[in-house]
């Protein structure tokens, strides 16, 4: 037990927040006095606390990044169990975030992207490289179970199919698209005749990059190699609604289009 040095009653240690550096590692006014202290003095601690930080910003940040360094598994463990232990609220609240400041985080983003391009390029292309085999390897291994999906999906949805067929047809007339089969040579070997999303090279067909639904063309700077699964999967999806960020990144370079 303990004596609080504001009200004077005597409380249980767990009602005192800690203190390293008072001999029993506690703090000398129990924790409701100190939350009533701050409350009436909010003003004054802010200022206090505002003016210690400006003074002492170099060296706070030396010492949270030696801690950070020196702590490193720690830190690691305790997030860990804390995101495991809180895990529903968290995404909750990430949720809630994403959506109250969806401008704010695309403008960041976008801002992110243009003064680090060449880095990210390079990031995500080394990854493609050293992830290449592993893609191509699931999307080998998982072939018969989409191939099954995009099947039940057309004879389910028959109407769909025939409808998006007439739409498209009449649309490219509407483009005046102008592909040609030296054109289509010229995508095949700049793909290496495999799928550009899944390194397949079965079922090959060319795919309209930016969609056709949206007013662009195939042409040489908008047409990728994708196999049929690959090609039903993105459908009239926008390139970086269907491929990573690093994919999408190496191959905006491939087309020279970034």
């Known amino acids: 037990m ?9 409380k249980d240690f767990s009602e005192f927040s800690k203190r390293r550096s008072n001999k029993d590692g506690l703090r000398y006014e129990c924790k409701v006095c100190d ?9 004054k601690i802010d200022k206090r606390s505002a003016k210690y930080y400006l003074e002492n910003k170099e060296k706070r940040a030396e010492y949270y990044a030696k801690y950070r360094l020196d702590n490193k598994e720690k830190r690691a463990e305790y997030y860990a169990k804390y995101y495991l232990d809180n895990k529903e609220k968290i995404v909750e609240k990430g949720a809630k975030y994403r959506k109250e400041n969806k401008e704010k985080i695309a403008e960041k983003g976008a801002k992110y992207y243009l003064d680090n391009k060449e880095k990210i390029a390079e990031k995500g292309a080394k990854y493609y490289l050293e992830n290449k085999e592993k893609k191509a390897k699931y999307r080998l291994d998982n072939k018969e179970k989409k191939a099954e999906y995009n099947a039940k999906y057309q004879k389910n949805n028959p109407e769909k199919i025939r409808a998006s067929s007439r739409k498209r047809r009449a649309m490219k007339q509407s483009l005046n698209e102008n592909y040609t089969k030296e054109d289509e040579a010229f995508t095949r070997d700049l793909f290496e ?4 999303n899944c390194e397949s090279k079965e079922d090959l067909c060319i795919d309209h990059h930016k969609p056709l639904s949206k007013g662009y063309p195939l042409n040489r700077k908008n047409a990728v190699l994708l196999c049929k699964s690959c090609n039903s999967s993105k459908g009239n999806k926008a390139p970086e609604d269907f491929y990573k960020f690093w994919n999408l990144t190496f191959l905006q370079m491939k087309l020279g289009n970034n």
């Open 2 to 10: 303990k004596i609080c040095c504001k009200c004077k009653v005597e």
């Open 35 to 43: 939350s009533k202290y701050r409350l009436d003095n909010k003003e």
């Open 193 to 196: 005749h495999r799928c550009y």
